[in-house]
């Protein structure tokens, strides 16, 4: 059985993470990517508080394409270390599962 996921991923610049969504979805490795512009973190770098403005992008994609999308990411993303988390989708509308299993087909 597939498993659908949707990957978390923070991103420095709101330019970066449209240029790595699109790619992701053009290479039809992602259905959908969604942008969030404006998120306000706070964290731990190097042993210091920091607070940032990032961006978050959520893609829905199978498990199968995490180890592509992950490593696309590492290569093309200007954080050292970025958030990448994988998060399971348990239940969605079979419809929409339908539409996702189509865009990640290749053409």
């Not at 394409?65 to 590492?74: E, H, P, S």
């Not at 989708?89 to 929409?96: H, R």
């Amino acid at each position: 059985m597939i498993q659908y996921i949707q990957i978390q991923w923070t991103s420095e610049s709101l330019q970066e993470a449209r240029e790595i969504a699109k790619a992701l979805v053009e290479k039809r490795w992602v259905a959908c990517a969604n942008v969030l512009p404006h998120v306000e973190s706070f964290y731990l770098w190097e042993g210091k508080l920091e607070e940032g403005k990032e961006v978050k992008v959520f893609l829905k994609t199978s498990e199968a394409n995490f180890g592509k999308v992950r490593d696309y990411i590492l290569a093309h993303a200007s954080y050292d270390v970025p958030e990448i988390a994988q998060l399971p989708i348990t239940a969605a509308n079979p419809e929409y599962v339908s539409w996702l299993l189509g865009c990640l087909k290749p053409r």
